[in-house]
């Protein structure tokens, strides 16, 4: 016989989040156990609490609604991030305390249709504005920033700071001293590249910039004239993106690269090769630290700039950390030193379909594998928790989800073959 628990109203406005990964809900609550396990959700998904029976609270969230257990709910969401499937490009979107952050939104409307569609749907058919603290933009190769333009152009969105690593690319190369990127010196047996921006709303620059940066510019400058973002402001090595203290823990995105070169007229970067082997070398390159754990978000670094960072930082490794996104798609393009020192539990490749690239590259996804401190290592692929519904033949892009309480980090993507109840395909990073 079932036992009777008094039924406890709850405020519609009392939430909290799924306190571990893969939390099941139940479809009832009988004899003081869960009957029916009907949903599981990810650790930090938001819940509505609509009542309570002792220990159980009947919840709204992301599927169907059910039962949870006291103990798999919690007042803290921790650390999200989305590594989403942009196609041939990187789109980050990570959620902390109150802060949204946006890194690179890939080469297409991909990114914009996620937030607007799926993300933070919620707020829109609630008629409130998308506020996004920082668009970090890793470096100006459309791949990386061009997604950025429609979500600038929407007026439903407004901003905080939009940052970046201060290298944009011209029209056209007019004389020998001047490249698509700009300007060049010889300074003791190197080339640099003195040409630099810092506030992008503020340009006075005579030269043309090809048609993307040109689109972006317009599209960030309408933004700034209806008052939906305010700052620009150009990062290198050493700064601080956030330095706080979220939920009790430390939390922080440092700024490890690029470095910048002394001139006689000022600083400047390292001229590589050619116009990509540069913009690429220089990305912003960030580690996430909450609580003891760590992420590496490298851009689109190459061989030159790896080796050129070990250099720079000589002793010391700095990028040693838990998770990392593989730098540029999974090219083959990488030192194994580099690798090595990064030495994560698990990677994420970004990658798409674009056959004139053919990423992620055999050697790139087996040194994922083989330089990582983990005795399983896992190495994702944006690509590859792409799907088809075979019912309407639509293509389902991936995204794997990272979140994090401070100790522990989980990752997983949905399965192929979907269900409520066994949606996830997860792994704890260890």
């Known amino acids: 016989m079932a036992s009777f628990i008094v039924t406890k109203p709850i405020k ?29 959700i990810l650790m930090g998904t938001y819940v509505t609490l609509l009542e309570q029976q002792g220990n159980w609270c009947r919840v709204a969230t992301a599927g169907p609604d059910g039962w949870m257990h006291s103990d798999n709910l919690t007042d803290h969401m921790g650390l999200k991030i989305f590594f989403l499937d942009v196609g041939q490009g990187d789109g980050v979107l990570i959620e902390i305390g109150n802060y949204r952050i946006l890194i690179d939104a890939g080469p ?15 707020l829109l058919d609630d008629h409130k504005k998308i506020h996004i603290d920082y668009v970090i933009i890793s470096h100006f190769d459309t791949d990386h920033y061009k997604g950025i333009i429609k979500i600038l152009e929407d007026t439903r ?19 020998p001293y001047n490249t698509g990127l700009g300007n060049t010196i010889k300074q003791s047996g190197k080339t640099i590249l003195t040409h630099v921006f ?5 340009i006075n620059e005579a030269q043309p910039f090809n048609r993307d940066i040109s689109n972006f510019i317009e599209a960030l400058l309408k933004a700034n004239s209806e008052g939906r973002i305010m700052a620009t402001q150009r990062y290198g090595q050493g700064a601080f993106i956030l330095n706080k203290t979220i939920e009790g823990k430390p939390f922080s995105m440092e700024v490890l690269a690029p470095f910048m070169e002394n001139t006689p007229n000022g600083k400047g970067f390292m001229y590589w090769k050619d116009d990509g082997k540069t913009i690429n070398g220089h990305s912003l390159v960030i580690k996430l630290r909450f609580g003891n754990r760590t992420v590496l978000l490298g851009g689109d670094l190459n061989t030159l700039s790896q080796e050129y960072l070990i250099a720079q930082y000589g002793s010391n490794n700095p990028f040693e950390v838990d998770v990392a996104k ?39 996804i087996g040194c994922a594998g083989k330089y990582s401190k983990s005795r399983r290592p896992l190495v994702y692929s944006t690509e590859l928790a792409r799907s088809t519904d075979l019912s309407s033949n639509k ?13 522990d980090i989980f990752m997983s993507q949905m399965k192929e073959q979907k269900n409520d109840a066994d949606l996830w395909d997860a792994y704890e990073v260890m």
């Open 326 to 364: 593989s730098c540029h798609h999974g090219a083959s393009d990488f030192t194994e030193k580099f690798m090595q020192m990064v030495n994560p539990y698990a990677t994420v490749i970004s990658s798409g379909d674009n056959e004139g690239y053919s990423h992620p590259r055999a050697d790139a």
């Open 108 to 122: 297409d409307n991909s990114m914009y249709s996620y937030l607007t569609k799926w993300q933070f749907k919620y």
């Open 198 to 202: 810092d506030d992008l709303l503020h």
């Open 395 to 407: 293509i389902l892009f991936g995204m794997i989800n990272l979140r994090c309480n401070g100790s």
């Open 157 to 175: 969105f407004t901003f905080g700071t939009l940052i970046h690593p201060g290298i944009l690319k011209f029209a056209t190369k007019d004389n």
């Open 12 to 40: 519609m406005s009392s939430f909290k989040y799924a306190a571990k990964n893969a939390a099941p809900i139940y479809e009832s609550v009988v004899n003081n156990k869960g009957k029916k396990i009907i949903n599981k």
